[in-house]
């Protein structure tokens, strides 16, 4: 699977190489606001496998620095220094993320109650529970 997106003004490009690791749903109270939706929508792929192009801004919140273009603002990444992952908004994907179903929904505690949860997909309250952890 190849995937290309970018930022509104494209400034910023990027590309995709590979199946992301994983897709979910957070309802968390910074992710509402980064986004200005009711939650944000995501896939997490391997930083080896994205290619990025274009210069980036970062503000540092509570999961890492996220990323957005500085000439249009849009949110189009978030990494914590020396992560071997990259959170990538799917929203920001050149074709509709149609094929990309969340396998997991977090900070549930903060859904919208007019907003069903998604069928077969993880309900955590908060944070996922990190292996190892």
């Not at 993320?97 to 859904?111: C, H, N």
Request: proline share 6%; glycine share 12%; hydrophobic share 30%.
């Amino acid at each position: 699977m190849k995937l290309s997106g970018g930022c509104n003004c494209g400034q910023v490009r990027y590309e995709l190489d590979g199946e992301p690791v994983r897709v979910g749903i957070c309802h968390c109270e910074t992710c509402r606001k980064s986004s200005g939706s009711a939650f944000s929508y995501f896939g997490i792929w391997p930083r080896a496998n994205a290619a990025l192009s274009g210069e980036l801004a970062c503000w540092q919140a509570r999961a890492g620095g996220e990323r957005f273009c500085p000439a249009c603002g849009s949110q189009l990444f978030c990494w914590a220094d020396g992560s071997d992952e990259i959170e990538i908004k799917l929203g920001t994907l050149d074709s509709p993320p149609s094929t990309l179903m969340p396998a997991y929904e977090l900070w549930t505690i903060r859904r919208e109650p007019w907003l069903a949860h998604q069928n077969g997909a993880e309900q955590h309250a908060r944070d996922r529970e990190q292996p190892g952890a």
